[in-house]
């Protein structure tokens, strides 16, 4: 019988495009369930529980709520807090005092790990409580899950911004260094290769952070690049280090979690680049754009959102806990997919990283097997067909010269 009471459900972390389509989907199917009495949004996730700082999801308008699902970001708020033995002490004792017996709390594995040590917290403090994980992270690091809500919609952002500069950079034979987020996970720099119609099209060198690069390499790559296309594109992830270097990409500056803060990696090639090949160089940084640029939402990233919302709620109803929601392709259609699940613990502390048969053998790009994985994943919401558009070229018949040379 499923246990009666008040549900909260909260975000984490950094946030994504289809975020929100998670928590639509967890108040929707919320609604079809007379167990559960309120629906609370914490508001800061991890910060709002601790504090009392909830919201009644079940007053708010349906058709507002059917709207929130395609905004961008988190519509509750999120936070970074990684929640000591204090703070979860505090939660259980919030958790009771609203009669919360239903946990959903939706982020990447350090949520998760904080979703493990509620469920076991509950436990010993005799509250019956079901607590569920749904995962988000643009990184797509999560173990045991074919890919995380969030991913998709990022890779098309990361692909298409890479596309457009690319285009830039030709126009001008100039160089371009494009960073992209993934602090150990190449998985969103790796999507950049997605945009790519033919040989000559950026990046024409993608670096992910799995693999150190051996710095004479990595500028023999960029010669060759340059001297075949006239123009060179990189795509790297923030996470990207040499096999030997002084350059410092880092920062001594640490986040809520207790992560080193990265960024300055682009900048710092693209110095390398312009000394060594005498050609201007640019550099960009995405940055927050790819997990907020909603007009990059991939239909198929909704989709996947929207279900682990609705199943993680449903399962909790019929008693599962300490579980995370995962995604997995169904039928060997790289467009189905089924919501199934794994314990809190195996997913807590994990990371997965890209593996190595979807690095090329030159460990500057990516392997077409990576990309019949991804391509699915980034089908867009509207506004083309599906993937990303090709864009053609003149094939610039030449006409004779009549004059001398001209030396300017």
Known sequence: ??????????????????????????????REIPQIRRFYGAVHGMDGVLHERFIDLFRENDELVEEIRYRPSAA???????????????????????????????????????CHLLSELAKSHDWEMNIIGIPKTIDNDLVLTDACPGFGSAARLAASAVQYVSCDA???????????????AGWLTAATALGRDEPRDGPHLVYVPEVTVNPDKFLGDCHSVYDEYGYLVIAVSE???????????????????????????????????????????????????????????????LDIAYAVGDDAVRRACRGETD???????????????????TSLSSVAGQTRCLPDEYINDEQNGVTEAYLEYARPLTTPREYYPSGLPTYPRFQKFPIEPKLEAYER
Request: glycine share 10%; net charge negative; hydrophobic share 40%.
């Open 76 to 114: 509750l708020g999120t936070s970074r807090i990684k929640p000591d033995e204090a703070d979860l002490k505090r939660a259980m004792k919030v958790f009771m005092a609203h009669n919360i017996r239903y946990l959903f709390y939706i982020g990447g594995d350090d949520s998760q790990s904080a």
């Open 323 to 341: 579980v995370m929601i995962t995604i997995q392709r169904k039928n060997d259609d790289p467009y189905e997919f089924e919501c199934e699940t």
């Open 239 to 301: 996470g990207f280090s040499f096999a030997e270097s002084e350059i410092a990409t880092t920062s001594e500056k640490v986040d809520e979690f207790g992560h080193t803060r990265l960024g300055g990696v682009a900048e710092a090639l693209s110095d390398m680049v312009e000394e060594e090949l005498g050609v201007r160089c640019r550099f960009d940084r995405p940055g927050n754009m790819q997990r907020s640029f909603a007009l990059a939402q991939s239909q198929v990233d």
């Open 170 to 184: 030709e126009a001008f034979g100039n160089c371009e260094v494009v960073e992209i987020m993934g602090r150990n």
């Open 1 to 30: 019988m499923a246990l009666e009471g008040n549900a909260a459900i909260g975000q984490s972390g950094g946030p994504t495009m289809v975020i929100n389509a998670s928590l639509v989907g967890a108040i929707e199917a919320a």
